[in-house]
């Protein structure tokens, strides 16, 4: 048996320690990949950056762990980007073990931003049933959402005229399944009004006809979406300090877990394409010469 055959009869777990390998070095030795904000993104950017000082972004958590490493810096990001620009933030879940993300995630916006539960940011935790929900508040927000962490939604100051969920400046789904089709359908469709979505990479391309016809005014898809949207952020706040983020001393630039994450999908990617390519040619010419 040759070299080449026995390449093409690897155990798989050698395979795996260098797929190990390939995503744990470059959460160590840091690479930063060139990238480009795509339109999409941007346009969740640009219009959390048009927002009037003091207004409010809803945001749906509709994920769980499993796809924290996609959709969390996505959260974070997004959560960094309101509060830098002293915008309230309302947050739920439809997802019940996405109920801990949203805690965990104001949590960590606690250590890096002076805000007040109430007042700057609301949590409503875990709401059973997404088109009833959103077809209610819809209509009657207090109705459909009465409590959050136990004080009233009638009387906290960050839902001060909110009768509708249409009064919120801007409504972000940041999903792991099929719940924007949920908040286009029963939401936007019926009352008009602007939504924003970030998904996981597998799920990202059907979500693109949205985009054309209005339904989604911008889109963020999977960890490139989420170092897109960090690039954008850190172009414009880069003194921002959150604990999550790293420091590249060398170029002077924070990089969120989208961006980090970055090095290692691309480098998997490459190393399977080679481990495809390899194995394929060396398979080919050792049957020729059977």
Not at 51 to 66: K, M, Q, T
Not at 260 to 285: C, D, E, P, R, W
């Amino acid at each position: 048996m040759n070299w080449m055959t026995r390449i093409t009869q690897l155990d798989r777990r050698w395979i795996f320690l260098l797929v190990a390998i390939a995503v744990i070095l470059p959460q160590i030795f840091i690479i930063k990949m060139p990238m480009e904000p795509t339109k999409p993104v941007r346009q969740v950017f640009d219009f959390i950056e048009q927002i009037p000082e003091g207004g409010r972004v809803f945001i749906a958590l509709d994920y769980d762990p499993s796809s924290q490493a996609e959709l969390l810096p996505m959260t974070l990001s997004i959560m960094q980007h309101c509060f830098e620009r002293h915008l309230r933030v309302i947050a739920t879940t439809f997802w019940v073990t996405g109920k801990g993300l949203v805690s965990s995630s104001f949590t960590q916006m606690e250590k890096e931003y002076n805000i007040t539960h109430g007042v700057d940011y609301a949590n409503y935790g875990f709401q059973v049933g997404y088109a009833y929900v959103i077809m209610q508040a819809g209509l009657n927000f207090p109705a459909a959402l009465p409590m959050a962490k136990a004080q009233r939604t009638d009387e906290m100051e960050i839902t001060k005229g909110i009768q509708k969920l249409g009064d919120v400046d801007y409504i972000i789904d940041l999903a792991a399944g099929a719940s924007i089709d949920v908040w286009v359908a029963y939401g936007v469709e019926r009352y008009k009004f602007k939504l924003g979505g970030g998904v996981t990479a597998v799920s990202a391309t059907q979500y693109y006809p949205y985009l054309d016809t209005g339904q989604l005014n911008g889109l963020i898809g999977g960890l490139k979406g989420a170092a897109e949207y960090e690039i954008l952020l850190d172009n414009k706040y880069g003194h921002m300090s959150n604990p999550l983020r790293k420091i590249d001393v060398d170029q002077k630039v924070f990089l969120g877990n989208g961006t980090k994450g970055m090095g290692s999908q691309s480098i998997v990617h490459a190393l399977i394409i080679f481990l495809v390519v390899i194995t394929n040619i060396f398979y080919f010419i050792t049957r020729k010469k059977v």
